[in-house]
């Protein structure tokens, strides 16, 4: 029998599928920013309401190292975290903004190899909110999707007419297997 699953080995499965997840929406991310050579652009925002990449990664690092710091035992909302400080346009260049990001995907990656398949229940809290440690994983694979899209929005606004796409380009169907 194909691809036959035994049902106790749903959870780690499930672990390794989601950081696998996390891994692809980080290089997507990584694949954007690197198309933005004038560091001066990284603070660039549509609007006064929007998040230029530098804010939206300053966030993300600052939600992951507050999440994910002793995930287990504490809650998910530190109180040494500032998080309006996050919305502050203070990265001034690539390698300060390389910096910030890979320090919280560092925490969050760790953090989440470490889990096992029989802490998937577990409560955790955010915010004083009691979650399953598999509500909290889908609640940050939500937000940080959403993030790492935005990321990638600004950066093709930024590049417009020399924007690589990350993916396959339209009107590039790829070719269809017989299959």
Known sequence: M????NIQNVPSLYLQNVIANFKELKQSAEKAMAQISDET?????????????????????????SRWTDFLTTDGEKPDRDRDGEFEGT???????????????????HSLSELKGEDLLRTVYIRQQPHSVLEAIQRQLSH?????????????????????TLTIPRRKTPPQSDV
């Open 41 to 65: 652009k990284l603070n660039w925002a549509p609007n006064e309401e929007s998040n230029s990449i530098a804010v939206i990664v300053k966030h993300l690092s600052g939600n992951m190292i």
């Open 144 to 164: 940080y999707s959403g993030h790492v899209g935005q990321i990638i929005y600004v950066a093709k606004m930024i590049q417009d007419d020399a924007w690589q």
């Open 2 to 5: 194909e691809n036959q699953v």
């Open 91 to 109: 990265i001034h260049s690539k390698e300060e903004l390389l910096d910030v990001w890979n320090r919280g995907w560092d925490v969050f990656l």
